[in-house]
């Protein structure tokens, strides 16, 4: 039995209460050899971890060639040296390189191999030839001369000391740890050399609150080692990260301020604008991956942004959606047929022509797509984002096979995870190989299934069995529909009290 199923891990992860001296910074008299001792560092937060130094320095050596786990606006590190895995030197690289500037910075590991009960780790930004520190620093960057995380057990008592209290030593946070072993426990510090040292106090509350979140993610990041936690989704299968967050940067720097300000639809623009400029960014990385542009139909194209951002890119291609809605005026970029009201039988949808049939949160015509592009002939793909959990025949009385077992390729459980399946099997059973992706968008429903190649193409028999679990499908009614019906209802009821 692993330790995950023998320590509940909420008990863990709750346990984060850290003390904050940002207003009195304390004191520190950690140094390393041949440190300059005219810097005075200082501890700003501390924090009690149920871990041993292990995790901590597992987690330490991932984020340095992984910054972005640390400081989200990072995109990568190159770097630059490395003297004996002790002294590294690095260069981090923003994601918005128009307007951040990259950053150099030296990394020291103060690590004993002989000591288990402390470790450090120092940063320090190199400032650029004729500029001040205070110029050098990028926004995403502490405003310090140097940080520094610290794991010290040295001041705990173990469990032959009986003396002292040991929640008294890690400064009273909690009183049940959840782990009886001592040995698991040891004391995290945040410390800084302040870039003026008569004035060490923190003031500004957004530094203040950026360093409470790297400590946290510190904190977070030891116990789930600690308990063997291992990411499961597995982002860029299909499409490499750098040549993601290129192509989206470009997107969002060229259409999201001009998409935001004029959203006319009464769902939040700050979600839907940012997950299409997401989907679009991973669709036309993978349409490069081809020898020419595709062509594409998006179904269910809904408020039509994808395809609006898909043609402003130089795809040729439409939406259809049951539903106009009022931001299509604007997103048709002046052709009227870009976005079309259709109500779409899928049992007799095909796009002979078509290269690509996108299903971006489709609802009740996810499970059709991969069946319409084997319908459609051997040059036409597919990619869906499943999300509700509707079946062939429209409605969401599906019965899904739920296990408790997690599904290694998708990283997820429950009616999510036996859902993507039941797409993924309708797609095999047309013919396709099957490839999966975990998106980058701000989206919990964030599994795209594509269909790039076949085994085979689909026959009629196995046409006609799957078609046949959609025999019933009807189109679902649009919302001017819907509100007819509602107010013919209404009428009648009146009618019926006016004869009695």
Known sequence: MTEAETVDPQTLFTQFAPNLFFDEPKKSNDRLVGENNQEEWYTVAEQSVPTTIHPFWKTIKTWTNEPHLLIPPIEKAEILSNSNDRVIQRKLIPKRKSKDAPLVETIEYDDDDDNNDRGRVIYRPVVELGKTLETTLPFYYPKVKAYSFVYDATALPRSHDNEGNKDDVAHGNHQDHAHEDD???????????????????????????????????????????????????????????????????????????????????????????????????????????????????????????LTYLLTSEGYQGYGIDVAERKIWSKLRNGKDDQLRVEAL??????????????????????????????????????????????????????????????????????????????????????????????????????????????????DMDTLHSIETAGSTFVPRKNDRDKELERRERKRSKIEKRTVI
């Open 183 to 305: 040995e698991e426990q040891g004391i995290l510090r945040l410390q800084i050399i302040p870039i003026n040292n008569d004035q060490p106090a923190i003031k500004d509350s957004k530094m203040q609150y950026a360093l409470k979140t790297i400590l946290h993610k510190l904190f977070k990041w030891c116990i789930q080692t600690r308990l063997g936690y291992k990411k499961r989704a597995r982002h860029d299968t299909l499409v490499p990260k750098e040549t993601y967050v290129n192509m989206y940067q470009h997107l969002k720097a060229k259409y999201a301020n001009d998409l935001v300000s004029n959203w006319t639809e009464k769902t939040d623009p700050q979600k839907f604008v940012f997950e299409d400029i997401g989907i679009a960014s991973y669709l036309i990385c993978l349409w490069q991956q081809e020898d020419r542009k595709p062509t594409f139909i998006d179904l269910g194209c809904g408020n039509g942004l």
């Open 345 to 458: 039988y899928p049992a007799q949808a095909i796009y002979p022509s078509t290269d690509w049939l996108i299903g971006n949160h489709a609802d009740e015509l996810v499970p059709w797509i991969p069946l319409i592009a084997a319908k459609s002939g051997a040059q036409c793909k597919f990619m869906v984002i499943p999300c509700c959990f509707y079946g062939l025949d429209g409605t969401r009385r599906l019965v899904l096979n739920t296990t408790n077992d997690t599904d290694e390729e998708s990283g997820v459980g429950g009616k999510y995870k036996a859902y993507t399946r039941y797409v993924k099997d309708i797609a095999t059973k047309c013919g396709f190989q099957v490839e999966q992706d975990h998106l980058r968008i701000p989206s919990t429903k964030n599994i795209a299934i594509v269909g790039r190649k076949r085994d085979s193409l689909i």
